[in-house]
Structures are given as C-alpha cells and as structure tokens.
C-alpha cells in the first residue's frame, strides 16, 4: 500500500480510539465507572457496536485504555506544573497542589483502586515517583525544606498521605490536607531560609 493510504488509515484509528474513551470519560463523569456499557460508548463515539469491538474487546479492557489515557495525561501536566515553576520549592509545591486536585477528581469520578493497582500501571507510578522524589530532593538541596529524612521517605509520606480515598471532598478540606503535609516536609517561609 502507498505510504499515504496507511498514514491515513493510522489517522482514522487513531481518531476512533480517541472518540471512543473521549465518550468513555463523558460517562463516568455522568454515570460512574460502573454505568459505562459497550452500548453507550459506542452511542457517544458515534461508531457501530460491531466497529467499536474490533477496538476494544469488552468494557474492561476499553475502561483500562481510558484509564491509562488519563494517567499518562495526569503526569503530563505534574511535569508540566514543575517545569513552569520559578525555582525547586515552588516546582515541589506546584506539583503537590496538582496531585491533590487530580486524586480528589479521580476519587470523585470513581475510579476504582484496582485499575490503579494493574502491572501496567507500574511504569506510570515509577515516573511519579521519581517526579515528586526529584521535586523533593531538589527543594531541599536549595534550602527550602527538611533534610533530616530521605527524599524516598518524604516522597512516600507525600503520596501516601494525598492519594488516600480519605481526602476531603472539599477544595479548603485538600488544602487543608495539602498544608499539613507541607508542614510535614518542613517547608521553610521565605524568611526562615
């Protein structure tokens, strides 16, 4: 085949599999997670049940591709949020306060703990990891946070404490949360340096 006619045809699929968890995303924010059926994906993408099972063999497995689709999204804009930022802290702090915002979205929409758990997901909680660890370590070699504890133990306390299901439902409630584990990491004031 021309190169052109398979460039096309990548284009396309590309654009079906996009349509498709593009509807996915619209019904768990309308439904849940668990009110998502092959039916209505394939009403929301406009496709054919039978087109959008050449794409996706159950519900399951298109629920994990749009889950996959989001984290790789979410750890797009953490590295984004750090690379924006003016210094080390405030690349740490610009971090954190994104996390938190994307746990509580993620606990709101539903998502099942077991999708962030699969062996796929490994790769993507290895490149948190070392985001907020290198955040973490950065911030401290600049002065701006306690030493007495590794950047692996800080960065474990961080997660642990933001992505648990108990984050409040409230935007002060995560900031509240926010603060105390920036209290933990022993964020210095500007004027304490």
């Known amino acids: 085949m021309p190169k052109l006619w398979n460039t096309t045809i990548d284009t396309h699929r590309q654009a079906v599999r996009d349509a498709v968890l593009d509807a996915i995303g619209t019904l768990v924010e309308q439904k849940g997670i668990g009110g998502v059926t092959m039916s209505d994906v394939a009403l929301g993408a406009g496709i054919s049940r039978a087109t959008l099972y050449k794409y996706f063999a159950d519900v399951d497995t298109a629920l994990l591709a749009w889950h996959e689709r989001q984290v790789e999204q979410h750890l797009t804009h953490l590295e984004a949020a750090r690379a924006s930022a003016p210094d080390a802290l405030a690349g740490l702090l610009a971090v954190l306060t994104a996390y938190t915002r994307l746990q509580r979205g993620s606990h709101e929409a539903g998502v099942p703990s077991f999708l962030h758990q699969r062996s796929n997901m490994a790769p993507a909680h290895h490149r948190l990891l070392h985001l907020v660890r290198d955040c973490i370590a950065d911030a401290a070699a600049a002065g701006g946070l306690r030493t007495d504890y590794s950047a692996t133990e800080l960065t474990q306390y961080c997660l642990?404490?933001?992505?648990?299901?108990?984050?409040?439902?409230s935007s002060s409630g995560r900031e509240r949360y926010l603060e105390l584990v920036l209290?933990?990491?022993?964020?210095?004031?500007?004027?304490?340096r």
């Open 160 to 169: 642990g404490t933001l992505s648990g299901a108990g984050l409040p439902a």
């Open 183 to 192: 209290d933990g990491l022993g964020v210095l004031a500007p004027d304490k």
